[in-house]
């Protein structure tokens, strides 16, 4: 019992390290605090990508330059409105009740993101999730029940996909 506390501990803390890098890279290039509301992101988001429109700049080498940081600034508006607390808060119920009444169809894991796929068709990423936590999930005798205690309640999620279910009659 010890033991498993201590793992759970140190999957906690390298979640948060894994985790807060990508995060912190995101607010860094955004220049907000954790604080910001989804109404500031879009206003600093429209700001970055005003000034680093490719078609500001007329010199080939620049120009390249400049998508490469429209990309990282799309990217990271992206990111950062998925896992915002507002957006959380706003899908909620119907995170929960994804979570509650779906079983987990299929599932992929690569580097430290773990993507749950439920029987409703709706998809979603886990941040900061271990070799060992997938590993568990996998030799768990009932995944979907793992994945509900030992995931969905810990790490920090976004919704990647909603596709509707086709159900076969």
């Excluded at 995101?26 to 429109?53: C, D, I, M, P, Q």
């Excluded at 010199?59 to 600034?73: D, G, V």
Aim: hydrophobic residues 35%; charged residues 30%; aromatic residues 14%.
């Amino acid at each position: 019992m010890y033991l498993g506390t201590i793992n759970w501990l140190w999957c906690f803390y390298y979640f948060k390290i894994v985790t807060m890098k990508r995060i912190t890279e995101f607010r860094k290039l955004y220049n907000s605090e954790r604080g910001t509301t989804l109404a500031e992101l879009k206003n600093t988001y429209r700001k970055l990508v005003k000034e680093y429109h490719p078609d500001k700049f007329q010199e080939e080498e620049k120009k390249k330059e400049a998508e490469e940081q429209s990309k990282k600034i799309i990217e990271g508006y992206h990111f950062l409105v998925s896992i915002s607390p507002e957006t959380a808060l706003a899908n909620k119920d119907k995170y929960v009740e994804s979570i509650s009444n779906n079983l987990v169809i299929d599932f992929q894991h690569k580097g430290q993101v773990l993507r749950l796929d439920f029987s409703d068709g709706n998809s979603y990423e886990y941040f900061g999730v271990s070799r060992d936590v997938y590993l568990k999930l996998c030799q768990s005798d009932i995944q979907t029940r793992f994945a509900r205690r030992k995931i969905c309640e810990v790490f920090t999620y976004r919704m990647v996909t909603q596709q509707p279910v086709v159900n076969s009659k």
